[in-house]
């Protein structure tokens, strides 16, 4: 998720998965944005859009030709799929001449428009864009909020800032168009439909849009090279200790490689990065009275081992952002790499990568003592406004665009807009061409995440500050965690959590927050 002037932005954009939908499938030969004026006698046959809907038409050619996958491949449920079980009919009886506005960044604006053309083509609504400038995406959608007036019904952001909206009350609960329009919540992981979609034990607030999880990706050629073997998925770098001691050899083994990379700039790279870590050593971000206690033992060797993989790591990598991590990985220049699933499918793509025949996704290693607790950090989710003057028919949209189909295409093309269902992951004509798949869904099941809290990316950013001091050198990571930790309790001081009744729940969300509790892990 690149930074533009401060804000993050989800480096997987729905607009340009549909601009891709658009352009590929060639929805523009009937234009639906007066759908109005015809209603849904004049809209084409529903069956004939969806069947443009397809492998064929929507992932690149090169991609197909790669994976040798057929125009008319299933790589998701046709049961589970959305856009392909619910009544389009009963929805243009409904809806058919109605606008949603969309808001979006403005730089997508325009291809946005060609991809969202066979929702209007099916639903017979119209869907206007409302651009809002990049680098202000965030205070511009408070302002709209706080004016009791926001000039668009839905919305899709950086998932993090789900309490910020949510707990303000600015979101419409989507229960009952869920239920109405049986959208498929059992196929999401149980990690994303309670972080990026149902808020605090209070409803259903987003459908999980793009869903993530952080993991360990290797060059297998390179780790031949200095042990002479291949490396086991499970056993070969079973700790971090593991990882230690192969990245400080795979830091010898070529020129302008190094044996490790991750993200440790200042802000919330860092704080992710050690959160990834600290999940593993059993960290625990709060007590049951919201007190801030990931500065102690567990959080202080997290940031201890984060300290000795940087000596096996780039020069500059205490300024890396997503950005840099993914040039140098797909640039050849890291042996091995701490980055988010699309790392080690984009890794594949010869049009992508210089590594496209050498990468493996490992599972995530673990710590004596620790846990296993694979990394659901960042990701995005749409959302519907609670001032939308077309709240059901935004929910609608956000279904299409959300649907197992279209975010199985989106994997295919490894444009790293990432689906949550399961469905898709364990789809096997979808594993054939993501690489990490197989894992990935394994490690869902047992997946960390962070509480979407109000304040909570304001929290990670001051967090993310001082663990970078620590990182360079300009702090001990105990002096680090514990000037983090008076942070996070100012700022939740500040947002009402103390002195009476918080505005969230402990126990409603702290199912979410390790979804592998009890349970026997894969490794």
Aim: proline share 5%; net charge negative.
């Amino acid at each position: 998720m690149p930074m533009k002037g401060g804000s993050p932005l989800t480096r997987r954009s729905v607009l340009r998965s549909g601009a891709a939908l658009g352009a590929a499938a060639g929805f523009g030969g009937v234009s639906l944005f007066h759908a109005g004026r015809g209603f849904a006698a004049d809209l084409p046959d529903p069956a004939k859009v969806l069947a443009d809907i397809n492998v064929g038409k929507y992932v690149k050619a090169d991609y197909r030709k790669q994976y040798g996958l057929a125009d008319d491949e299933a790589l998701w449920d046709p049961k589970k799929d959305w856009i392909r079980t619910v009544d389009w009919e009963a929805v243009r009886g409904e809806f058919a001449g109605k606008t949603v506005k969309f808001a979006i960044g403005a730089a997508d604006a325009e291809s946005a428009q060609d991809g969202l053309k066979p929702f209007e083509q099916l639903s017979g609504m119209t869907v206007e864009l409302v651009p809002i400038p990049d680098d202000s995406l965030y205070d511009k959608v408070v302002a709209e909020f706080i004016s009791g007036n926001a000039s668009f019904d839905a919305l899709q952001f950086f998932s993090p800032w789900l309490g910020d909206f949510a707990a303000q009350g600015f979101l419409a609960k989507l229960d009952e168009y869920a239920d109405k329009w049986k959208l498929p919540l059992d196929d999401f992981y149980d990690t994303y439909k309670l972080n990026y979609g149902y808020w605090c034990g209070q409803g259903l607030y987003g459908i999980p849009f793009d869903c993530d999880i952080q993991m360990l990706h290797f060059r297998p050629k390179y780790f031949k090279e200095v042990t002479g073997g291949s490396i086991d998925t499970k056993n070969t770098i079973k700790t971090y200790d593991d990882l230690l001691k192969f990245s400080g050899e795979l830091n010898k083994v070529d020129k302008g490689v190094a044996g490790v990379g991750f993200m440790a700039a200042r802000g919330f790279w860092s704080t992710y990065t050690w959160e990834h870590v600290a999940a593993q050593y059993g960290v625990d971000l709060f007590d049951d009275k919201w007190e801030p206690v990931f500065n102690g033992d567990a959080g202080v060797k997290a940031l201890e081992m984060i300290i000795a993989l940087q000596k096996n790591g780039p020069t500059g990598v205490a300024g890396w952002g997503w950005a840099e991590n993914r040039a140098a990985w797909l640039g050849g220049q890291l042996a091995s790499n701490i980055s988010w699933q699309d790392s080690g499918t984009q890794a594949t793509r010869p049009d992508q990568s210089k590594i496209s025949d050498d990468v493996l996704t490992i599972y995530e290693p673990r710590v004596p003592g620790g846990r296993f607790a694979p990394p659901n950090i960042a990701g995005s989710t749409s959302v519907v406004t609670a001032s939308s003057k077309n709240a059901e028919g935004a929910f609608l949209m956000l279904a299409f665009l959300t649907t197992a189909s279209i975010m199985a295409m989106n994997e295919a093309n490894a444009n790293g807009v990432a689906p949550g269902y399961r469905s898709v992951l364990n789809n096997a004509s979808l594993r054939k061409v993501s690489q990490p798949a197989a894992i990935w869904a394994d490690e869902l099941d047992y997946a960390w995440c962070a509480p979407r809290l109000p304040g909570m990316f304001e929290m990670e950013q001051a967090l993310g500050n001082e663990i970078n001091k620590a990182i360079v050198g300009q702090s001990s990571p105990k002096e680090a965690l514990d000037a983090g930790a008076k942070a996070w309790k100012d700022i939740m001081d500040k947002n009402g959590f103390y002195g009476g009744k918080p505005p969230v729940d402990f126990a409603k969300v702290a199912e979410g927050t390790w979804i592998g509790k009890g349970k026997t892990p894969p490794v």
